[in-house]
């Protein structure tokens, strides 16, 4: 049977790691449970998509934006009494008098809090000037024009030309509209990983359920095995979020949904996403190596539940923080939170949306990584220390509090 | 049992080059010794057996040799390569408890093991393949592992373990769970491989097997291993048995015989004496004792087991075994 003799030789370790992220791809993406897998967040997002819909309509009824108009008295009150007469007529937005000293910057007027101005009317009945959001403007305009020019009496053939101005161009309501952008990056990044870095953990319990991880630990190393796993869900992850990513931009493009409002990432949209991918990606590594340290250090899937509940506190605990962090740039808080291998891709996507400087990436992908390396190397010793033993099974708890005991 | 540890080389293989070589191997585990000092050498192309109950530290031995485990103490080298996983090509493993994907079929089961000892996947699914129509498998080779039988799974794992073409087999305990029938096919197998020059050592805990099979065994009892070495030193460990038959059940003759003779039923039975079996002979025939049969049977390597291990490690091994045959 063995006629010929094999060459002595090896695989190297990305080969090693190749040949099992290969198997484990495969045969999770042809499983009849990675169908149902993609259909998960789907339904999820169909299900809170409308769900938020019916919400936003609903608080969108229960409160609709009004039009503050801070003209001179006489005009106002023309103003008012000429939306009384139209309204019934056409659906109008509900208007409220304001004293036009308080209305001396309508961008600020806008930003009071407890009031609920969509945009505010100044200037005159011949020279209206309306001052809101692109979007309310454009809603607006018209409305105002119709109304001014009823209010003055002039002929209905000839609107007064609305000046408009738009409060989004200002430099505070880009970086508002900036930390949101990353507050959202932020959030999309931990929702896709704590949904993902799972898979690595229910993997390695099922390889340990299968037996078949002694064979692999013969015959490559367990770097290998750890980082092939790794890599194979990190890319199921991608085909994940192609699908997922592909659906939600469809829906977009159809319904001409958020485009409009997503307001342009500090390192602008291509750049962003890329990192916005590299990072998921660190972020999953990151905490797939620390999953994969508890499934091996816990011998029964009992074990593996209760020992990867720190490690979602964890994933918890580094999404707030990186989240606090992300509205306090250059803060002590931040950089630790840049620092800390857990949070680093959270606070640094956060950054990407914020800051347009691009060196600080790459020394951050590059520590990332590192841990990353570290992170799998620990995992495949406690691995071989811990689990590859033989004899007499002794129970989870004492495996794992024997020690201490002593 | 012997006090001290011993190591005899196998006589016939002793300037063969070692395929393994095992000095002074220690492992701890929580505070527990498993393995306690094992010296092991297996010469090249041998069939080798490590022979032990359940709980012995076969496993964890045969663990450390292939690098699964690093030592706490001692060294191994594996065809002089103290990192195992650096000549993983030239390695094959059967571990004891069994595993393959359950919904790969066997081709590919046997494709992806050989990937993993370095060949080109094609290339090894074609050879799992041909192994498969071999074997008498053909027409599983295209099934789900979980559709086939457990004797099935098992001889695809063996195959899949095999598919690299290997220099030194690592098989721990073959032999357990398969019936009769396949057990005689593992040791036609296992015979076939030496031949071809291929080093295999298994384990187990069935002295039959390493009987009929091995040039070399290690008793190991305890995490220790009290005897290593060909089978037949160690059968030589204990003197061959003498069964005797007389016509006369007195007569001065009685006097040659030596002082551990027992009576039982019609015969006498005693050891061999170290002066050999002629004086005796002559005193009985000059005593006109009338010898009606005479028999001198070399030691069995069960007894030289017991000799070695002694008494709680073979009743261990034998408990063993029955519970294996209760299942």
Redesign the interface.
């Known amino acids: 049977m063995t006629g010929q003799t094999a060459p002595a030789a090896r695989l190297s370790l990305l080969r090693a790691a190749f040949v099992i992220a290969r198997r484990d791809f495969l045969a999770i993406l042809l499983s009849k449970a990675f169908f149902f897998f993609l259909l998960g967040p789907i339904i999820l997002i169909a299900v809170s998509g409308g769900a938020g819909a019916i919400g936003a309509k609903a608080a969108k009824n229960a409160h609709p934006a009004q039009l503050a108009v801070a003209m001179p008295t006489e005009q106002a009150h023309a103003f008012a009494a000429a939306h009384d007469r139209i309204d019934p007529l056409v659906s109008l937005p509900a208007i409220t008098l304001v004293d036009p000293v308080q209305a001396s910057d309508p961008a600020a007027l806008l930003q009071r809090s407890g009031e609920n101005y969509g945009a505010v009317l100044t200037g005159s009945l011949t020279q209206p000037v309306l001052t809101g959001t692109e979007d309310q403007i454009r809603k607006w305009q018209g409305e105002v024009a119709l109304l001014a020019a009823t209010a003055s009496g002039a002929d209905q053939q000839s609107f007064p030309r609305v000046v408009t101005e738009s409060t989004t161009t200002s430099g505070a309501a880009k970086k508002s509209a900036r930390a949101g952008t990353a507050t959202a990056a932020l959030t999309l990044l931990f929702l896709l990983t704590m949904l993902l870095a799972g898979m690595v953990l229910s993997n390695l319990v099922e390889e340990k359920a299968n037996k078949i991880i002694e064979v692999l630990a013969a015959s490559i190393p367990m770097d290998a095995v750890f980082l092939g796993k790794l890599f194979a869900m990190l890319a199921v992850s991608f085909v994940g979020i192609a699908v997922w990513g592909g659906i939600g931009l469809a829906i977009m493009g159809a319904t001409g949904g958020l485009t409009a409002s997503l307001p342009v990432p500090a390192v602008g949209w291509p750049l962003f996403v890329v990192l916005f991918l590299l990072y998921f990606a660190m972020a999953y590594l990151i905490i797939g190596s620390v999953f994969l340290a508890i499934g091996a250090m816990a011998p029964t899937v009992r074990d593996v539940q209760t020992l990867s509940m720190p490690a979602t506190m964890l994933q918890l605990g580094v999404f707030f923080l990186a989240t606090y962090a992300s509205t306090d740039l250059g803060s002590p808080v931040e950089l630790a939170a840049v620092i800390f291998p857990p949070s680093s891709p959270y606070a640094m996507i956060s950054r990407a949306a914020q800051v347009p400087d691009l060196w600080p990436h790459l020394v951050a992908l590059a520590w990332q990584a590192m841990w990353v390396v570290l992170f799998v190397r620990a995992g495949s010793a406690m691995f071989r220390r811990r689990v590859m033993k033989s004899g007499p099974q002794q129970s989870g708890k004492r495996r794992l509090f024997g020690k201490v005991a002593r | 049992m012997d006090a001290a540890p011993s190591v005899t080389p196998v006589s016939e293989n002793a300037m063969r080059p070692l395929a393994i070589e095992a000095r002074g191997l220690v492992k701890r585990?929580?505070?527990t010794t498993?393995v306690d000092g094992v010296d092991i050498s297996v010469p090249e192309g041998a069939i080798y057996g490590i022979l032990g109950p359940n709980?012995a530290?076969k496993?964890?031995t045969l663990?450390m040799l292939?690098?699964?485990?690093?030592p706490d103490e001692g060294v191994r080298k594996v065809?002089g390569h103290s990192r195992p996983?650096?000549?993983?090509?030239?390695?094959g493993?059967l571990?004891?408890?069994?595993?393959?994907?359950?919904?790969?079929k066997a081709v590919d089961a046997i494709g992806?093991?050989g990937?993993?000892?370095?060949m080109p996947?094609a290339e090894a699914t074609a050879r799992g393949r041909e192994?498969l129509e071999e074997n008498g498998l053909g027409h599983a080779a295209d099934k789900q592992i979980r559709q086939l039988s457990k004797g099935m799974a098992q001889t695809v794992?063996l195959l899949g373990t095999?598919v690299?073409?290997?220099?030194l087999v690592v098989l721990d305990e073959p032999f357990s769970g398969l019936d009769a029938l396949n057990q005689g096919k593992l040791e036609r197998?296992i015979r076939?491989?030496a031949e071809?020059?291929?080093t295999v050592i298994f384990s187990t805990h069935v002295i039959a097997h390493a009987e009929r099979l091995c040039e070399g065994v290690a008793i190991i009892a305890g995490g220790k291993v009290p005897y290593a070495g060909s089978v037949d030193a160690a059968r030589d460990r204990i003197p061959a048995q003498v069964r005797l038959e007389t016509r006369a059940r007195e007569g001065a003759w009685r006097a040659a015989l030596p002082a551990d003779a027992r009576h039982e039923g019609d015969y006498w039975y005693f050891s061999l004496p170290d002066s050999g079996i002629e004086p005796l002979l002559r005193a009985l025939i000059e005593g006109e004792a009338g010898i009606l049969s005479l028999s001198i049977e070399r030691a069995g390597l069960h007894d030289a087991f017991v000799h070695i291990a002694g008494e709680a490690a073979a009743r261990a091994l034998e408990e063993g075994n029955a519970a294996e045959q209760d299942q």
């Open positions: 585990f929580d505070g498993a709980g530290g496993t964890t663990r292939l690098g699964i485990i690093d065809f996983h650096d000549i993983g090509r030239l390695i493993y571990p004891e408890e069994r595993g393959l994907y359950p919904a790969m992806f093991l990937a993993l000892r370095g996947l192994l794992q095999l690299h073409r290997p220099r197998m076939a491989l071809d020059g291929t």
